[in-house]
């Protein structure tokens, strides 16, 4: 995943244009950094609806990738999973679906019932799943979150905000296998059975507007028409959420508003491709004397169009040197962004293995070796 900054402060309205006029809540971020291009009332706390849905897809993806679930692994419904109401895949108590099945349903179906199917499959219950829910809402900083179940339907004591929302988008993006769920348009469950169910993806802008490939639609009486929605276009990607909107087409005529703004006024500026040598770092007392850092990801600046590349300038600032033990992920130093002489950003680099502690014997061979050359 790329990671991007935006190259000023960053506005709280686009220019002083409200890009969401009808929506209750609503933010645009830069994807990678999390940098906010446009918001409206953000951290008001309001009922999410199935937007709920991406953190039970974050914790089910997150779930596969420790190697706790696998695709393939099949999901029992329970006669609780199958009495949920609203937005369904009809499954019948004691029905099996894989993983797979079951992202298919969430994401593109809105299945409460496989959203719960799938909570008691990683937790062991929907209220111990909905724990994990909050404690990674927590981690992530979603300050102005509770969840209360794993689907978003109507319950007391279950909110969020459109900052948050968008934070938890940002972080289910990480899993780039995600959008294959979320930005199909259409396809099958149970095809090859007497009973085969149609998916219709309920986010018609991965149709309609070229580059949008998920994420969440959410929709009740009390929380109004909402969505998480991103978009990549030429290494930009997006997120835009809007929350209390008073219909389908003036959600996605508003969102689609917020893309193009985005697309529009913004490019983006390489500083160093993943896999690029940043330079080297000096372990004191460790296995290995020195340790090479590459880049793990993608690092860019996001510029306004029109603005001057050269007003951009970085410089990487290593420690000089570091004892062993270190750590793999211990900062060691960082990446700084300047526009002008300001600093716009610093980005922690971190290294990217164990060092364990060299043994006296290791110490006293290189010592010498170092003595004769």
Known sequence: MATTVLAEEAPKTAGGTDLAPSARSAILMDADTGTVIFEKNSHDQLPPASITKIMTMLLTIEAIDSGKLKLTDKVRTSEYAASMGGSQIFLEPGEEMTVDDMLKGIAMASGNDASVAMAEKIAGSEEAFVQ????????????DTHFANCN????????????????????????????KYTGAYQDYLRKDTEKPFWLVNTNKLVRFYSGADGLKTGYTSEAKFCLSATA??????????VLGEPNTKTRNAEVSSMFDYAFGQYTMKPLYKAGDQLGSLKI???EVAELPLTATQNYSVLMRKGAKADEFRHEL??????????????????????????????????APQDVNKAGWWKLFKRTTSNLFD
């Not at 990549?232 to 959420?241: E, F, H, I």
């Open 132 to 143: 994990l829910m909050n404690e990674r809402a927590k981690e992530l900083g979603m300050k």
């Open 284 to 286: 004191e007392k460790g």
């Open 317 to 350: 600032l290593m420690a000089k040197e570091v004892k062993a033990p270190v750590k793999a992920g211990q900062s060691v130093g960082k990446l700084v962004v300047y526009q002008g002489n300001e600093v716009i950003k610093e980005f922690d680099i971190q």
């Open 152 to 179: 978003g339907l109507p319950v007391e004591n279950h909110y969020s905000s459109a900052h948050d929302i968008a934070l938890m988008s940002r972080e289910l993006l990480k899993h780039s296998g995600i959008t």
């Open 232 to 241: 990549m276009k030429d290494g930009l990607r997006t997120v835009a959420v």
